[in-house]
């Protein structure tokens, strides 16, 4: 009988640094996941919600990339423009992209798919809980996040995805003299990222020694969201934070 059905459970969805957006592709987005997504996509099982990770799956280098090498992470690939220009660089390391949009990552297939590149890996995923239950502790060697979200409003700002208890988590996943390299257009951000980890007893910024603010890094391409900051006359601050080791007890 209409209106009498039971209301589904409602699941509890933690605070996220994303929307829920229309997984509708267009044709050439269609076209990219159908041929590539079983190559470049890694399979995952999730929990409640299509972004989580259960916890639980191995992390296999080898069974994901045939080898096992230095693992750099993006937490964010977008379309895609940085992950393919990073990794088509640096052919020696393993690289994964988390992407939580996935007509973002159908168009990411595209680029790296026509360039051919064998050591980029995506997934379908909150890289948040990718890390939380999925990436082992000390195991990676670069983090990248390159234009987070910036969600402006002061009510949205604990959506941001550079918070303590991210960068908790980012530094445990790091190895010991691991980086963690960000960018962002936005001012009051940037402020938020340096007030938020440039005190921790886990991360340095690398570039304390100077103005604290990391040269452009010449291997990350100008995204589309780069750009648009650029045309409207802000301007890009980059960050880099190295893993230091915990202190041994009794020094
Ligand atoms: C502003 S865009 C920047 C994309 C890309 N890094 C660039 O510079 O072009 C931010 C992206 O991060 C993704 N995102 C936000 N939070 C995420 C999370 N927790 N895990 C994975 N992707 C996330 C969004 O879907 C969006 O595609």
New binding site residues.
Partial sequence: MPGTATPLPRVHRDV???VRRSTRMNASQQRNWEAHHTEWIVPLAHRATTTSVAAGQPFDPDAIWGRTAPLWLE?????G??CAAIAGRHPEVNYLG????KP?LASALGLIARAGLTNVRLAEV???DALRHWIPAGSVERIFT????PWHKARHHKRR?VNPDTATLVASRLRPGGSWHLATDWADYAEQMREVLDHRDDLVNAHRDGDGWAPRDPARPV????QRGLDAGRTIRDLVYRRVPPTPPGR
Wanted: no cysteine; glycine share 12%; charged share 20%.
């Fill in positions: 996220v640094s994303f937490i964010g690939t977008g379309n423009e940085a988390f992407e939580v949009f973002a909150d890289g948040i390159f234009f987070p979200d995805l995204t589309r969201f780069e």
